[in-house]
């Protein structure tokens, strides 16, 4: 499955972004969707998951309240609604496709199958 992320750019602290992805090559609606984020000179994180349907949902616990994600199975395309943005979101967002992880309780989400190229997300303070 190819992916293509877009919607990144320039906003300030407390302002609010919203990243798409749109898949193609293979059924969308089969895979379990997410986002991850790197911020300059640190490791890949884990932001949010979202279920096959989208009845389900999870996130970084740092983010939640702040961060939505969302699915079109029809448009094959995710979405991840960013609001009251701060400097520390500063970071390239990749989508992914097909998530992998381990249980511990909870799903910890470590990584994926499929990737998109990422899109830059900057907040100004």
């Known amino acids: 499955v190819q992916l293509q992320a877009s919607g990144g750019g320039l906003v300030q602290a407390g302002g609010s972004l919203r990243v798409s992805c749109t898949a193609s090559g293979r059924t969308f609606s089969n895979y379990v969707m997410g986002w991850f984020r790197q911020a300059p000179g640190k490791e890949r994180e884990f932001v949010a998951a979202?279920?096959?349907?989208?009845?389900?949902?999870q996130y970084a616990d740092s983010l939640k309240g702040r961060f939505t994600i969302s699915r079109d199975n029809a448009k094959n395309t995710i979405y991840l609604q960013m609001n009251n943005l701060k400097p520390e979101d500063t970071a390239v967002y990749y989508c992914?496709?097909?998530?992998?992880?381990?249980?511990?309780?909870?799903?910890?989400?470590?990584?994926?199958?499929?990737w998109g190229q990422g899109t830059l997300v900057t907040v100004s303070s």
């Open positions: 979202i279920s096959r349907s989208g009845g389900s949902t």
């Open positions: 992914a496709a097909d998530l992998e992880g381990y249980h511990s309780g909870n799903f910890v989400y470590t990584g994926a199958a499929y």
